[in-house]
Nanobody, 125 residues
Framework: VQLVESGGGLVQTGGSLRLSCAAS?????????IGWFRQAPGKAREGVSW????????DYKDSVKGRFTISSDTAKNTVYLQMNSLKPEDTAVYYC??????????????????WGQGTQVTVSA
């Protein structure tokens, strides 16, 4: 499975970005779940959101609920993370990752086997 993120950038507080995660090389929504993670400088990686297309499940880290929305386009094998009302504390490198379903701890990183290269999101104050 190969994952490629895109859509990061620099925005002001309150702005929006949409991240994309394009999956290929053996990926299937019927087999794999996708998670979005982020890592800020000097901090541990944390789970942000997760989608199980096969089971129609989604979940979010508490601090992004109501601001971030995860979605998928099965025809394009792509998962999106729409990020609205961005805050400086959202600044991080964002990664998408794939795991064989079902994932027991969707916002934990240990079950995810395949990772993208990451995309930088910077929110200015």
């Amino acid at each position: 499975v190969q994952l490629v993120e895109s859509g990061g950038g620099l925005v002001q507080t309150g702005g929006s970005l949409r991240l994309s995660c394009a999956a290929s090389s053996g990926f299937s929504f019927g087999i794999h779940d996708i998670g979005w993670f982020r890592q800020a400088p000097g901090k541990a990686r944390e789970g942000v959101s997760w989608i199980s297309e096969a089971d129609n499940y989604k979940d979010y880290k508490d601090s992004v609920k109501g601001r971030f929305t995860i979605s998928s386009d099965t025809a394009k094998n792509t998962v999106y993370l729409q990020m609205n009302s961005l805050k400086p504390e959202d600044t991080a490198v964002y990664y998408c990752a794939a795991a064989v379903a079902p994932v027991k701890r969707p916002l934990g990183s240990s079950e995810y086997k395949w990772w993208g290269q990451g995309t930088q999101v910077t929110v200015s104050a």
